[in-house]
């Protein structure tokens, strides 16, 4: 059996009944949402789809969901969630991850709740069981499913098979948290996260792929595709104007280039 015959399996028996995907628009959720979508036109089960509308999150990724929704019979929910409310978050603290996902899911939770639905549906997959996320304790602790990890089916799998469906952001770079562009003990300051959104938001309109600006204090960070290293220089007036003008004084190009949780290289997770 194929990682994708055994995926749609798995959903057909979650989507026996009624079921809750949790959905941003990156890569995973999405294919979680059509794959499910694909099992409940076969169980005759309701999918609702539940979009958070966070303070931390880029403001384009609602968007991008709204486009994707738009091929599925999937029933979408916005929800809005102020992850700062909650005091042990505001100073990105090691275990934010796990703070933040047990704010979002258990509001998911209980939307699913007064809707009768007993599953939710996440999209972690079997690369982020091997890497810092203390996130997934909260989706274990919560009872939240994750039928890509469930399956074994890796991000490059993903991609592969969000392809085959046709899915417009099978090649979308990821787009985490905006709180992970800050060192752990950092305050996070809205405003600098909305800079940082901006930041890269302008920097990709050229054309670059993976983009993440870390911040240090006063100096930015950025990590970008090695392969893509010449074509920083050559935009490099223009992306010095732009990240000055959002308030950036001191910007660097980290040679390691793009790789996704630099920040958490000295968290220890034994």
């Known amino acids: 059996m194929t990682k994708k015959d055994q995926l749609l399996e798995l959903l057909r028996s979650y989507c026996a009944e009624d079921v809750c995907v949790a959905f941003s628009g990156g890569v995973d959720s999405s294919l979680l949402l059509v794959m499910a979508c694909e099992a409940a036109r076969e169980t005759g089960a309701r999918v609702y789809a539940l979009t958070m509308d966070t303070v931390l999150h880029p403001k384009a990724d ?3 969901a709204r486009e994707v929704l738009a091929r599925t019979e999937a029933i979408h929910q916005v929800l809005a969630l102020d992850e700062l409310a909650v005091p042990e978050i505001r100073f990105n603290p090691v275990n934010r991850c796990y703070l933040c ?12 709740e007064e809707k009768g639905v007993k599953v939710l549906l996440e999209g972690s997959n079997e690369d982020d069981l091997h890497v810092y996320r203390p996130g997934l304790l909260a989706v274990r602790e919560l009872g939240v ?3 890509l990890a469930e399956c074994g089916i890796t991000k490059a799998q993903v991609r592969m098979l969000a392809g085959e469906y046709n899915i417009s952001v099978a090649l979308r770079p990821s787009s985490p948290c905006l709180a992970t562009r800050l060192p752990y003990g950092a305050k996070i300051d809205l405003e600098l996260l909305e800079r940082i959104d901006l930041g890269e938001t302008a920097i990709r309109e050229l054309g670059f792929g993976n983009v993440r600006m870390r911040i240090h204090d006063e100096i930015v960070r950025l990590e970008i595709d090695p392969g893509q290293f010449q074509k920083v220089l050559n935009h490099r007036e223009e992306l010095l104007l732009k990240l000055k003008e959002l308030g950036f004084s001191y910007i660097t190009l980290d040679l390691e280039g793009f790789r996704s949780g630099s920040m958490d290289l000295k968290i220890k997770t034994d």
């Open 145 to 147: 499913k994750s039928p």
């Open 101 to 112: 996902k047990k704010e979002l899911y258990s509001r998911m939770l209980d939307f699913a």
């Open 62 to 64: 609602l968007e991008i």
